[in-house]
């Protein structure tokens, strides 16, 4: 069955830009199930041999992860058939890519393995989630072992990392649709959650500089819309600035995402889908969209 009709695709793949969009923009009605053959990576942690360069932590959810949907399940068991922009972004650096990602994952599950997540590590009705039943680039050190433990622990192993980017944010808008009677439409409902990214970001932040010791360069990347001219547009912007404000405060790069595909589906209308930069019927960029992720990000990187 393809991933994307299963319960653990339907959960897993979901960005959640839509929460301001119309109510009639449902979450899916199953979540994630573990499937009988549990994978793990094959990949360590930390590449046993670093390049000239150095290495590349990358943190956050399906996008950096280079998730596609639409597979045959069996795709979905080798992580290194998913290239996001970290890869293209390792590449062309000459950076050893240490891709930490999971599909699904909120800014408190991140955190703390336990809290709700969006498909990572739990869903709306189920404790399993994608890092349950497939693989992700990395293997974590422990199956409770939080996103942000294992950012740290690499941070500490690893004296050689150069450059750290983080895409967070959006499966807590998804969340917060999918747990509402009115799908976070309400005033009270959105700027709590607003408030709950800001917080859980900004200690994400701040622990990757303090237990991590990290003092190089983070950059943090936003939130794309799919269609500039309607409320998408509103709903990433929405998104998008508490992301960069926290971003600012802790010292970290943001990398406008948001910009680069208003002004590449420009020609198309604003369509993001039309510009070829993301597949009909998915959220998640096309190899064309991850491009333009990793130029984005390339743009603001320090020498």
């Not at 000239?52 to 932590?57: E, K, M, R, T």
């Not at 909120?106 to 498909?119: E, I, L, P, Q, R």
Request: one cysteine or more; proline letters at 5%; aromatic letters at 6%.
């Amino acid at each position: 069955m393809p991933l994307l009709t299963s319960p653990v695709g339907r959960a897993a793949v979901a960005l959640a830009a839509t929460v301001f969009t119309t109510a009639s923009c449902s979450a899916p009605s199953d979540s994630p199930s573990a499937s009988s053959s549990t994978s793990t990576s094959t990949e360590s942690a930390v590449p046993p041999s670093a390049g000239a360069g150095g290495s590349y932590l990358a943190l956050g959810d399906s996008v950096p992860f280079g998730l596609r949907t639409r597979l045959p399940d069996d795709e979905y068991r080798d992580a290194k058939n998913f290239q996001g922009y970290p890869e293209l972004v390792g590449k062309d650096l000459g950076l050893d890519v240490i891709n930490a990602t999971c599909p699904g994952e909120t800014t408190a599950s991140f955190v703390d393995v336990t809290a709700k997540s969006n498909g990572c590590e739990n869903g709306a009705n189920t404790t399993d989630g994608y890092r349950d039943t497939f693989p992700l680039h990395v293997a974590y050190d422990t199956a409770d072992q939080s996103q942000l433990a294992f950012a740290v622990e690499t941070l500490k192993r690893a004296d050689d990392v150069r450059l750290v980017t983080l895409q967070i944010g959006a499966n807590d808008a998804f969340v917060c649709q999918s747990s509402t009677a009115d799908h976070c439409q309400a005033p009270a409902e959105y700027q709590a959650m607003g408030q709950t990214i800001q917080a859980n970001l900004g200690k994400i932040l701040s622990t990757l500089r303090g237990e991590g010791q990290y003092d190089g360069q983070i950059v943090v990347v936003d939130y794309y819309a799919f269609d500039y001219t309607s409320s998408w547009a509103n709903a990433s912007s929405l998104l998008n600035s508490v992301i960069s404000g926290v971003a600012s405060a802790n010292g970290a790069t943001v990398a406008d995402a948001f910009a680069a595909f208003q002004k590449a589906a420009a020609p198309s209308g604003g369509n993001s889908v039309k510009a070829g930069l993301l597949p009909p019927n998915d959220v998640h960029p096309t190899e064309k969209g991850q491009r333009l992720l990793a130029d984005t990000v390339e743009s603001v990187v320090a020498d």
